[in-house]
């Protein structure tokens, strides 16, 4: 493929996945009645008997998680990824499977620690999404033959992943966890886009010295 072709591509996904995040998560907001991005989770704009849950959930959650998964696999195909870094590479996939999940099993009201067989489920996804991320911002910082500057990055990524996480489950901080959830998911959604990017770019560096 081209190497014109191949930026375009890049830059169209990595755009298109940032826009499909944003569309599902305000524009799910707008029809949700009161709903409230600081004090409710992402997954309630989805949750059982509310208004619009089967179209926030199939037009928003589910697009974005193809798309997101289909930049993984772009990624993962054009990029010189080797080692740890290909483990944390596929462990990212935790994430697309996750918000296609939510789509087909949706929490209950209020996101409860307990409640349905499709709240456990989802409870279930969620465990997988926060430990699977996580493990893979560790992965990344401790690639070999990286930047200490981009160790550190990935090492303060995965410690604020982790503090912002057990914050919003903390039952004190109810009345902001959905603030807390989404600035953990701004943060390293951010500098996975980036560092996408960078990638990508690397790797056309690479190829057009052969």
């Avoid at 704009?45 to 930049?71: Q, R």
Wanted: aromatic share 12%; glycine share 8%; with cysteine.
């Amino acid at each position: 493929m081209d190497l014109s072709i191949k930026r375009k591509i890049s830059a169209s996904l990595i755009c298109v996945v940032a826009i499909s995040y944003l569309a599902m998560l305000f524009g799910g907001g707008m029809v949700k009645p009161h709903y409230s991005h600081l004090a409710k989770y992402i997954s309630e704009l989805n949750a059982t008997d509310t208004p619009y849950t089967s179209l926030i959930g199939y037009l928003g959650f589910v697009p974005f998680g193809v798309l997101s998964a289909i930049l993984i696999v772009f990624v993962f195909s054009q990029a010189p990824i080797h080692g740890v870094t290909k483990v944390g590479v596929w462990l990212l996939f935790a994430e697309p499977v996750a918000y296609v999940g939510s789509a087909i099993a949706p929490c209950d009201i209020g996101c409860p620690a307990t409640g349905s067989t499709s709240q456990a489920v989802h409870n279930a996804l969620g465990i997988f999404t926060y430990i699977g991320t996580w493990s893979a911002l560790l992965l990344f910082a401790f690639a070999p033959k990286i930047r200490i500057n981009r160790r550190i990055l990935w090492l303060s990524c995965s410690i604020v992943w982790v503090v912002l996480f057990s914050l919003m489950m903390d039952g004190s901080f109810s009345p902001v966890r959905g603030g807390l959830q989404r600035l953990a998911e701004w943060i390293v959604y951010s500098t996975l886009l980036i560092a996408a990017w960078r990638v990508l770019s690397r790797s056309r560096e690479c190829t057009r010295e052969k």
